[in-house]
C-alpha cells in the first residue's frame, strides 16, 4: 500500500503491460571474482519491452493520457522510444519516436510495430535531440523525453523500492548503474531518500555511475569535483555502447548530487572491458546483461580494485536491460576475442 502512495501516478489510471516486479537475482561467483560480500543483480530485462525504460514511460504515458494528450513525442538513445511505442500503443495514443542512426535495429524496428512513427537522423543523440526540438516548435505533443516529463524519474523510483523489499529491507552499501542521461539513477537516489524521510530505511545506499571511457561526461565532472559536467563533444564519443552514449546530459547537477548525497561515486570502464564483463557474467551466472548495462559490471570490478567497494560490502548492479537487445553488439565482441586470440 506504502508504494501506491510514493508514485505521483494512480494505479488505477496506470497504463500498464506488466512492467516492473523483476527479480533481484544473486551472483555468488561475481562476488567471489569482484572480493566483495555479495553481489545482486537487479533483472530489468524482465520488462515487457526488454528493459527499465517501461518503468519510466508507464508513468509518462498515464499522465498523458490524465493530461488529455493523444499523440507523444521524445528522442532517445534506442530503448527509450521502444517502450514509448509500446506504451502509446496501449493507451490508443500516437508516437513520434527520433533516434540516432547508431540505435540498435530491433529498437528501430520495434518501434514501427507497435504503429509508432520513427525519425532516424543522421548523427548522435544531440542531432535525434535538435530533430525532435524542430518539430515540437510547430506541434502541440505531450513530451515524454528525459526530465522533460517529470513522471519518468518519478516511476524509476520503484527500482529502489523493489530491491530494498527484496533483500528483506536491508539496504546495499552500493548500487551502480549504467549511467546515460541519468533518469534511473536520479529516480532511484529520490525513492531511497524518501523511504528514509518516511523512516522505512536509516541509511542511503550509494549510488554510483558507471560510464563509458569514450563518453564519460559525468565521470570527468565527478573527478573533477564539479557541481555540473562539460559537453564531452559528439566528435570525441568514441563507444558502441548506445545506450550511455550520451554526451551532454542536462540533469548533471542532479546526478552528481545524488552521487555526492549517498556517498557513491562514477567511474569509467573501456568498452573492451565492459563487454568482457556481460560475456563472463552469461558464463558463470547465466544472466544476459545488456552491452550498455554491463558498464554497472565493469565499474563496480573498478571500484572493488581501487577499495571503494569492500570485502564485506553488498552491492546491487543494474541490468537495465536484456542482453538479446544487444544481441549484435555482444555476438561481435566474441568475434574480436576469438579473432585476436588465432
Ligand atoms: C539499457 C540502457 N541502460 C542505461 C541507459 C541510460 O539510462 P539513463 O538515461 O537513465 O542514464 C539506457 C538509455 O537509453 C539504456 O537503454
Redo the contacts with the bound molecule.
Sequence with gaps: MALRRAVAVPREAAVSIGEGATPLVECPALADAMGVGEVYIKDEGHNPTG?F?DRGQTGAVTAAAQHGADTIALN?????GQAAAAYAARADMDAHVWLAERAGYTQKAMVEVHGGELHVVEGEITDAGAGYAERMEQEDWYSTK?FVTPYRHETKKTMLYETVEQLDWEVPDAVVY????????VGMHKGATEFRDLGLIDDLPGMYAAQAAGCAPVVRAWDEGKSAHEAWGDENISTVLN??AVPDPGASPMILDALEESGGGAVAASDEAILDAAVEIARTEGVEM?A??AAAAAGAFDLAESGELGGEDTVVLLN??AGNKDVDTLRSHLGEREFEAE
Design positions: 528493459t525504460k532517445t538513445a534506442g530503448n527509450a528525459t549504467p549511467t546515460g542521461g541519468g533518469v534511473g539513477l545506450g550511455i545488456g550498455t548495462c537495465t536491460g
